[in-house]
């Protein structure tokens, strides 16, 4: 059974940092693609992050290049999210998915805002 457990989120000021997990299991992690995307009411789930498979080439979205990276520890099945100089319009539930697998695979989210 596929599960992708997010943690790491939370309050925080306005230039502050966080740094999400995403602790994947029941499939071959190392196999795959994986995403960070987010989330805000009112909008559509958008895109955030992709690493590869090693994690040799990331791809971000350009509201949060220089600011957000991507990584991924395969020997813990974990995909990470470093986020540095947040800012207000990056409150959002934060959930990483599986990229190229016959059904879609959300983690549950964790809520991270940005707030003085």
């Known amino acids: 059974q596929v599960q992708l457990v997010e943690s790491g989120g939370g309050l925080v000021q306005p230039g502050g940092s966080l740094r999400l997990s995403c602790v994947a299991s029941?499939?071959?992690?190392?196999?795959?693609?994986m995403s960070w995307y987010r989330q805000t009411p009112g909008k559509e789930r958008e895109l955030v992050a992709t690493i590869s498979t090693t994690g040799s080439t990331t791809n971000y979205a350009d509201y949060v290049k220089g600011r957000f990276r991507i990584s991924r520890d395969n020997t813990k099945n974990t995909v990470y999210l470093q986020m540095n100089s947040l800012k207000p319009e990056d409150t959002a539930v934060y959930s990483c998915?599986?990229?190229?697998?016959?059904?879609?695979?959300w983690g549950q989210g964790t809520q991270v805002t940005v707030s003085s």
């Open positions: 029941g499939f071959s992690f190392s196999s795959f693609v």
């Open positions: 998915k599986v990229v190229g697998s016959i059904r879609p695979y």
